[in-house]
Protein backbone atom coordinates (compact mmCIF):
# COMPACT_ATOMS: atom_id res chain seq x y z
CA UNK A 1 0.00 0.00 0.00
CA UNK A 2 1.24 3.93 -1.10
CA UNK A 3 1.34 5.31 2.15
CA UNK A 4 1.43 9.02 2.64
CA UNK A 5 1.80 11.29 5.88
CA UNK A 6 0.60 14.71 6.56
CA UNK A 7 1.97 17.07 9.12
CA UNK A 8 -0.37 20.05 10.77
CA UNK A 9 -3.34 18.73 9.83
CA UNK A 10 -6.45 20.27 10.75
CA UNK A 11 -10.35 18.92 10.67
CA UNK A 12 -11.01 20.52 7.89
CA UNK A 13 -7.83 18.94 5.85
CA UNK A 14 -8.75 15.43 6.53
CA UNK A 15 -12.87 15.64 5.58
CA UNK A 16 -11.59 16.65 1.41
CA UNK A 17 -8.47 14.02 1.44
CA UNK A 18 -10.52 10.88 3.29
CA UNK A 19 -13.16 11.63 0.87
CA UNK A 20 -10.52 11.18 -2.15
CA UNK A 21 -7.88 8.95 -0.85
CA UNK A 22 -9.66 5.70 -1.57
CA UNK A 23 -9.64 6.56 -5.47
CA UNK A 24 -6.25 7.49 -5.26
CA UNK A 25 -5.06 4.43 -3.64
CA UNK A 26 -3.27 5.80 -0.48
CA UNK A 27 -2.87 5.02 2.86
CA UNK A 28 -3.19 8.32 5.07
CA UNK A 29 -1.57 8.50 8.74
CA UNK A 30 -2.44 12.57 10.05
CA UNK A 31 0.01 14.38 12.42
CA UNK A 32 -1.32 17.50 14.28
CA UNK A 33 2.40 18.86 14.84
CA UNK A 34 3.77 21.21 12.39
CA UNK A 35 6.71 19.78 10.53
CA UNK A 36 10.24 20.93 11.23
CA UNK A 37 13.63 19.41 12.72
CA UNK A 38 12.25 18.02 16.07
CA UNK A 39 9.18 16.36 14.69
CA UNK A 40 10.88 15.33 11.13
CA UNK A 41 11.35 11.73 12.62
CA UNK A 42 7.72 10.88 13.04
CA UNK A 43 7.90 10.38 9.18
CA UNK A 44 9.95 7.51 8.88
CA UNK A 45 9.06 4.96 6.60
CA UNK A 46 6.96 7.25 4.58
CA UNK A 47 8.11 8.32 1.19
CA UNK A 48 5.84 10.93 0.98
CA UNK A 49 4.57 13.38 3.25
CA UNK A 50 2.39 16.17 2.77
CA UNK A 51 3.09 19.78 4.33
CA UNK A 52 1.75 23.26 4.73
CA UNK A 53 2.71 26.95 5.10
CA UNK A 54 3.71 27.12 8.32
CA UNK A 55 5.72 23.79 8.16
CA UNK A 56 9.85 24.77 8.55
CA UNK A 57 11.33 22.66 5.75
CA UNK A 58 15.16 23.95 6.26
CA UNK A 59 18.35 21.91 5.49
CA UNK A 60 17.98 20.20 9.16
CA UNK A 61 14.48 18.69 8.43
CA UNK A 62 15.00 17.54 4.75
CA UNK A 63 18.22 16.19 5.82
CA UNK A 64 16.18 13.81 8.76
CA UNK A 65 13.16 12.99 6.13
CA UNK A 66 15.57 12.30 3.73
CA UNK A 67 17.54 9.70 6.41
CA UNK A 68 14.40 7.91 6.90
CA UNK A 69 13.28 7.32 3.57
CA UNK A 70 11.05 10.30 2.23
CA UNK A 71 11.38 10.80 -1.19
CA UNK A 72 8.86 13.28 -2.08
CA UNK A 73 7.42 16.51 -0.22
CA UNK A 74 4.37 17.38 -2.12
CA UNK A 75 2.96 20.70 -0.25
CA UNK A 76 -0.23 20.97 -0.10
CA UNK A 77 -0.73 25.01 -0.98
CA UNK A 78 0.64 27.52 -3.69
CA UNK A 79 3.81 29.21 -1.92
CA UNK A 80 6.89 27.21 -1.26
CA UNK A 81 9.09 30.19 0.83
CA UNK A 82 8.93 27.66 4.04
CA UNK A 83 11.44 25.05 1.99
CA UNK A 84 15.48 25.21 1.48
CA UNK A 85 15.40 24.36 -2.31
CA UNK A 86 18.74 23.71 -2.30
CA UNK A 87 18.96 21.41 0.72
CA UNK A 88 16.25 19.38 -1.03
CA UNK A 89 17.80 19.12 -4.29
CA UNK A 90 18.75 15.89 -5.57
CA UNK A 91 17.28 14.14 -2.55
CA UNK A 92 13.56 15.13 -2.18
CA UNK A 93 11.45 16.27 -4.70
CA UNK A 94 8.97 18.97 -4.05
CA UNK A 95 5.82 19.71 -5.45
CA UNK A 96 2.79 22.31 -5.02
CA UNK A 97 -0.55 22.60 -5.60
CA UNK A 98 -0.16 25.87 -8.22
CA UNK A 99 -3.25 26.33 -8.55
CA UNK A 100 -6.54 25.68 -6.22
CA UNK A 101 -9.12 28.86 -6.25
CA UNK A 102 -7.33 32.29 -7.09
CA UNK A 103 -11.36 33.40 -6.64
CA UNK A 104 -10.98 32.17 -2.80
CA UNK A 105 -7.93 34.03 -2.07
CA UNK A 106 -9.13 37.61 -3.90
CA UNK A 107 -13.23 37.46 -2.84
CA UNK A 108 -11.30 37.32 0.73
CA UNK A 109 -9.23 40.47 0.17
CA UNK A 110 -11.84 42.09 -1.02
CA UNK A 111 -14.28 40.56 1.81
CA UNK A 112 -11.59 42.18 4.25
CA UNK A 113 -11.54 46.05 2.90
CA UNK A 114 -15.20 45.96 3.00
CA UNK A 115 -15.46 44.91 6.27
CA UNK A 116 -12.65 47.20 7.69
CA UNK A 117 -13.78 50.40 5.11
CA UNK A 118 -17.89 50.06 6.17
CA UNK A 119 -16.83 48.97 10.01
CA UNK A 120 -18.85 45.38 9.68
CA UNK A 121 -16.89 44.18 12.27
CA UNK A 122 -17.92 46.98 14.67
CA UNK A 123 -21.56 46.94 13.63
CA UNK A 124 -22.04 43.44 14.12
CA UNK A 125 -20.65 43.49 17.98
CA UNK A 126 -22.77 46.63 18.29
CA UNK A 127 -25.69 45.44 16.97
CA UNK A 128 -25.64 42.25 18.95
CA UNK A 129 -25.67 44.59 22.21
CA UNK A 130 -28.76 46.02 20.61
CA UNK A 131 -26.35 49.50 20.24
CA UNK A 132 -27.73 50.85 17.01
CA UNK A 133 -25.65 54.36 17.18
CA UNK A 134 -23.98 54.89 13.95
CA UNK A 135 -20.82 56.97 15.49
CA UNK A 136 -17.81 56.19 14.37
CA UNK A 137 -18.63 54.04 11.06
CA UNK A 138 -18.46 56.06 8.53
CA UNK A 139 -16.77 54.59 5.24
CA UNK A 140 -15.85 55.78 1.54
CA UNK A 141 -16.73 54.69 -1.56
CA UNK A 142 -14.83 52.35 -3.51
CA UNK A 143 -16.19 53.68 -6.77
CA UNK A 144 -13.84 55.80 -8.42
CA UNK A 145 -10.46 55.21 -6.27
CA UNK A 146 -7.27 54.04 -7.38
CA UNK A 147 -6.92 50.46 -6.03
CA UNK A 148 -2.99 49.80 -6.48
CA UNK A 149 -2.06 45.64 -7.42
CA UNK A 150 1.11 44.53 -6.10
CA UNK A 151 1.17 41.01 -8.54
CA UNK A 152 -0.70 40.72 -11.59
CA UNK A 153 -0.52 36.69 -11.70
CA UNK A 154 -3.53 34.38 -10.57
CA UNK A 155 -5.20 35.94 -7.88
CA UNK A 156 -4.25 39.35 -8.54
CA UNK A 157 -5.85 38.86 -12.27
CA UNK A 158 -9.42 37.85 -10.01
CA UNK A 159 -8.81 40.73 -7.81
CA UNK A 160 -8.74 43.29 -10.69
CA UNK A 161 -11.57 41.95 -11.86
CA UNK A 162 -13.49 42.60 -8.64
CA UNK A 163 -12.24 46.14 -8.33
CA UNK A 164 -13.40 46.81 -11.93
CA UNK A 165 -16.84 45.89 -10.85
CA UNK A 166 -16.77 48.44 -8.24
CA UNK A 167 -16.00 50.71 -10.57
CA UNK A 168 -12.69 51.35 -9.04
CA UNK A 169 -9.69 52.47 -11.03
CA UNK A 170 -7.15 49.90 -11.08
CA UNK A 171 -3.19 50.46 -12.01
CA UNK A 172 -0.92 47.20 -10.74
CA UNK A 173 2.73 46.53 -10.81
CA UNK A 174 4.65 43.23 -12.13
CA UNK A 175 8.10 42.74 -13.39
CA UNK A 176 6.85 40.58 -15.20
CA UNK A 177 3.81 42.58 -17.08
CA UNK A 178 0.79 40.00 -18.55
CA UNK A 179 -0.09 41.65 -22.14
CA UNK A 180 -3.11 39.20 -21.94
CA UNK A 181 -4.87 41.16 -19.93
CA UNK A 182 -6.23 44.56 -20.13
CA UNK A 183 -3.83 45.63 -16.92
CA UNK A 184 -3.01 49.43 -16.41
CA UNK A 185 0.76 48.59 -15.42
CA UNK A 186 2.76 51.74 -13.59
CA UNK A 187 6.03 52.01 -12.10
CA UNK A 188 6.00 50.30 -8.22
CA UNK A 189 7.10 54.60 -7.42
CA UNK A 190 3.85 55.35 -9.21
CA UNK A 191 1.79 52.75 -7.47
CA UNK A 192 2.83 54.09 -3.87
CA UNK A 193 2.35 57.79 -4.83
CA UNK A 194 -1.30 57.58 -6.58
CA UNK A 195 -3.23 54.79 -4.94
CA UNK A 196 -6.40 54.77 -2.10
CA UNK A 197 -5.50 50.89 -1.13
CA UNK A 198 -3.00 49.18 -2.17
CA UNK A 199 -3.30 44.82 -2.20
CA UNK A 200 -0.71 42.42 -2.24
CA UNK A 201 -0.29 39.44 -4.35
CA UNK A 202 2.86 38.71 -5.17
CA UNK A 203 5.25 35.88 -3.64
CA UNK A 204 7.86 36.18 -1.10
CA UNK A 205 10.84 36.02 -2.32
CA UNK A 206 14.36 38.15 -1.84
CA UNK A 207 12.86 40.78 -3.79
CA UNK A 208 9.60 41.03 -2.50
CA UNK A 209 10.54 40.80 1.30
CA UNK A 210 9.80 43.78 3.44
CA UNK A 211 8.55 45.36 0.26
CA UNK A 212 6.04 47.58 2.10
CA UNK A 213 8.95 49.32 4.82
CA UNK A 214 8.95 52.84 6.23
CA UNK A 215 10.15 54.15 3.62
CA UNK A 216 7.96 52.46 0.69
CA UNK A 217 5.23 54.15 3.14
CA UNK A 218 6.53 57.69 3.12
CA UNK A 219 5.49 57.43 -0.74
CA UNK A 220 2.21 56.58 0.22
CA UNK A 221 -0.89 58.42 0.23
CA UNK A 222 -1.56 59.67 3.95
CA UNK A 223 -4.56 57.68 4.63
CA UNK A 224 -4.01 54.32 2.08
CA UNK A 225 -5.76 50.89 2.84
CA UNK A 226 -2.96 48.31 2.86
CA UNK A 227 -4.32 44.67 2.07
CA UNK A 228 -1.99 41.54 2.74
CA UNK A 229 -3.25 38.50 1.66
CA UNK A 230 0.09 36.92 0.27
CA UNK A 231 2.81 36.38 2.50
CA UNK A 232 3.28 37.93 6.03
CA UNK A 233 7.05 38.69 5.52
CA UNK A 234 5.99 41.13 2.61
CA UNK A 235 5.26 43.67 5.10
CA UNK A 236 7.62 45.31 7.97
CA UNK A 237 5.30 45.02 10.71
CA UNK A 238 7.20 46.94 13.10
CA UNK A 239 7.16 50.08 10.10
CA UNK A 240 3.31 49.39 9.71
CA UNK A 241 2.53 49.47 13.28
CA UNK A 242 4.62 52.96 13.35
CA UNK A 243 2.53 54.28 10.38
CA UNK A 244 -0.56 52.91 11.86
CA UNK A 245 0.03 55.12 15.13
CA UNK A 246 0.93 58.14 13.19
CA UNK A 247 -2.38 57.58 10.95
CA UNK A 248 -0.66 57.96 8.22
CA UNK A 249 -2.36 54.62 7.23
CA UNK A 250 -6.01 54.61 6.89
CA UNK A 251 -6.26 50.78 8.10
CA UNK A 252 -4.70 47.63 7.35
CA UNK A 253 -6.54 44.09 6.29
CA UNK A 254 -4.03 41.11 7.26
CA UNK A 255 -4.42 37.96 6.51
CA UNK A 256 -1.18 37.27 7.25
CA UNK A 257 1.96 38.19 9.46
CA UNK A 258 5.56 37.55 8.92
CA UNK A 259 5.86 36.07 12.84
CA UNK A 260 2.62 33.97 12.36
CA UNK A 261 4.35 30.23 12.33
CA UNK A 262 3.58 29.43 15.78
CA UNK A 263 0.45 31.42 16.33
CA UNK A 264 -2.07 31.19 12.95
CA UNK A 265 -4.47 28.29 12.71
CA UNK A 266 -4.12 27.35 16.38
CA UNK A 267 -6.52 28.72 19.60
CA UNK A 268 -4.29 31.25 21.35
CA UNK A 269 -7.08 32.79 23.15
CA UNK A 270 -6.02 31.71 26.74
CA UNK A 271 -2.29 32.15 26.02
CA UNK A 272 -0.40 35.46 27.13
CA UNK A 273 1.00 36.91 23.66
CA UNK A 274 4.56 37.66 23.72
CA UNK A 275 4.33 39.29 20.21
CA UNK A 276 3.93 43.08 20.87
CA UNK A 277 4.19 44.40 17.61
CA UNK A 278 1.27 41.65 16.24
CA UNK A 279 -0.81 42.32 20.27
CA UNK A 280 -0.78 46.01 19.13
CA UNK A 281 -1.79 45.94 15.13
CA UNK A 282 -4.86 43.56 16.38
CA UNK A 283 -5.72 46.28 18.89
CA UNK A 284 -6.43 49.11 16.28
CA UNK A 285 -9.94 50.27 15.35
CA UNK A 286 -8.70 49.73 11.30
CA UNK A 287 -7.13 46.66 11.45
CA UNK A 288 -8.90 43.25 10.53
CA UNK A 289 -6.68 39.95 11.27
CA UNK A 290 -7.75 36.82 9.84
CA UNK A 291 -5.37 33.64 10.47
CA UNK A 292 -4.29 32.88 7.18
CA UNK A 293 -7.29 31.65 5.71
CA UNK A 294 -8.14 33.43 2.39
CA UNK A 295 -7.87 30.07 0.65
CA UNK A 296 -10.72 28.63 2.95
CA UNK A 297 -13.51 27.73 0.61
CA UNK A 298 -14.94 24.27 -0.29
CA UNK A 299 -13.60 24.83 -4.07
CA UNK A 300 -9.98 25.44 -2.88
CA UNK A 301 -9.89 22.66 -0.47
CA UNK A 302 -11.23 19.96 -2.61
CA UNK A 303 -9.02 21.06 -5.57
CA UNK A 304 -6.02 21.30 -2.95
CA UNK A 305 -6.93 17.39 -2.43
CA UNK A 306 -7.25 17.07 -5.34
CA UNK A 307 -3.85 18.04 -7.23
CA UNK A 308 -2.09 16.85 -4.01
CA UNK A 309 -3.12 12.91 -3.78
CA UNK A 310 -2.30 13.39 -8.19
CA UNK A 311 0.90 14.89 -7.90
CA UNK A 312 1.90 11.93 -5.11
CA UNK A 313 0.47 9.16 -7.84
CA UNK A 314 2.92 10.84 -10.09
CA UNK A 315 5.39 10.33 -7.83
CA UNK A 316 4.75 6.39 -7.18
CA UNK A 317 4.00 5.86 -11.05
CA UNK A 318 7.49 7.08 -11.79
CA UNK A 319 5.39 9.46 -14.32
CA UNK A 320 6.71 13.27 -15.08
CA UNK A 321 6.27 15.43 -11.70
CA UNK A 322 3.68 17.97 -13.60
CA UNK A 323 3.84 20.11 -10.60
CA UNK A 324 7.64 20.05 -9.11
CA UNK A 325 9.59 22.94 -8.52
CA UNK A 326 13.33 23.59 -7.84
CA UNK A 327 15.64 26.50 -7.27
CA UNK A 328 16.49 25.46 -10.89
CA UNK A 329 13.13 26.24 -12.44
CA UNK A 330 13.22 29.05 -15.26
CA UNK A 331 16.79 29.37 -14.87
CA UNK A 332 17.23 28.56 -18.73
CA UNK A 333 19.80 25.12 -19.30
CA UNK A 334 20.28 24.71 -15.29
CA UNK A 335 16.30 23.88 -15.74
CA UNK A 336 16.15 20.28 -16.67
CA UNK A 337 12.70 19.63 -16.12
CA UNK A 338 11.27 20.27 -19.69
CA UNK A 339 13.56 17.24 -21.07
CA UNK A 340 13.56 15.01 -17.78
CA UNK A 341 10.28 15.64 -17.25
CA UNK A 342 11.64 15.95 -13.27
CA UNK A 343 13.82 18.52 -11.43
CA UNK A 344 16.07 16.01 -10.88
P1 LIG B 1 1.15 33.69 -9.27
O1 LIG B 1 2.46 33.00 -9.36
O2 LIG B 1 0.07 33.32 -10.24
O3 LIG B 1 1.37 35.27 -9.38
C1 LIG B 1 2.36 35.95 -8.70
C2 LIG B 1 2.69 37.19 -9.51
O4 LIG B 1 3.61 37.98 -8.75
C3 LIG B 1 3.33 36.90 -10.87
O5 LIG B 1 2.65 37.57 -11.91
C4 LIG B 1 4.75 37.41 -10.70
O6 LIG B 1 5.29 37.93 -11.92
C5 LIG B 1 4.55 38.52 -9.68
N1 LIG B 1 5.77 38.95 -9.03
C6 LIG B 1 6.92 38.26 -8.87
N2 LIG B 1 7.84 39.05 -8.27
C7 LIG B 1 7.25 40.24 -8.07
C8 LIG B 1 7.69 41.48 -7.52
N3 LIG B 1 8.95 41.65 -7.08
N4 LIG B 1 6.82 42.51 -7.46
C9 LIG B 1 5.56 42.37 -7.93
N5 LIG B 1 5.09 41.24 -8.47
C10 LIG B 1 5.93 40.18 -8.53
O7 LIG B 1 0.66 33.49 -7.76
P2 LIG B 1 -0.83 33.59 -7.21
O8 LIG B 1 -1.48 32.24 -7.28
O9 LIG B 1 -1.52 34.76 -7.80
O10 LIG B 1 -0.53 33.83 -5.66
C11 LIG B 1 0.05 35.03 -5.20
C12 LIG B 1 0.50 34.85 -3.76
O11 LIG B 1 -0.66 34.67 -2.94
C13 LIG B 1 1.33 33.58 -3.51
O12 LIG B 1 2.70 33.82 -3.72
C14 LIG B 1 1.04 33.25 -2.07
O13 LIG B 1 2.06 33.82 -1.28
C15 LIG B 1 -0.26 33.98 -1.78
N6 LIG B 1 -1.36 33.07 -1.39
C16 LIG B 1 -1.98 33.29 -0.20
C17 LIG B 1 -3.03 32.48 0.20
C18 LIG B 1 -3.77 32.72 1.49
O14 LIG B 1 -4.52 31.83 1.94
N7 LIG B 1 -3.62 33.87 2.13
C19 LIG B 1 -3.45 31.44 -0.64
C20 LIG B 1 -2.79 31.26 -1.86
C21 LIG B 1 -1.74 32.07 -2.24
Not at 110 to 125: G, P, T, V
Not at 254 to 268: G, I, N, R
Not at 302 to 317: K, P, V, W
Request: proline share 3%; charged share 25%; glycine share 6%.
Amino acid sequence: MRKICFFDTKPYDKTYFDLMKDDYGVQVEYFEPKLGKRTAFMAKGFEVVVAFVNDSIDKETIDILYENGTRLIAMRCAGYNNVDFKAAYGKIHIVRVPEYSPYAVAEHAMALLLSLNRKIHRAYIRTRDFNFSLNGLTGFDLHKKTMGVIGTGKIGRVFIDICKGFGMKVIAYDPYPNKDFDINYVSLNELFEESDIISLHCPLTKDTFHMINSDTISKMKDGVYIINTSRGALVDSEALLEALKAEKLGGACLDVYEEETDLFYEDMSYVVIHDDILARIISMPNVIVTSHQAFLTKEALQNIAETTLSNCREYFDNKPLNNEVCYQCGKGDKCIRENNKRCF
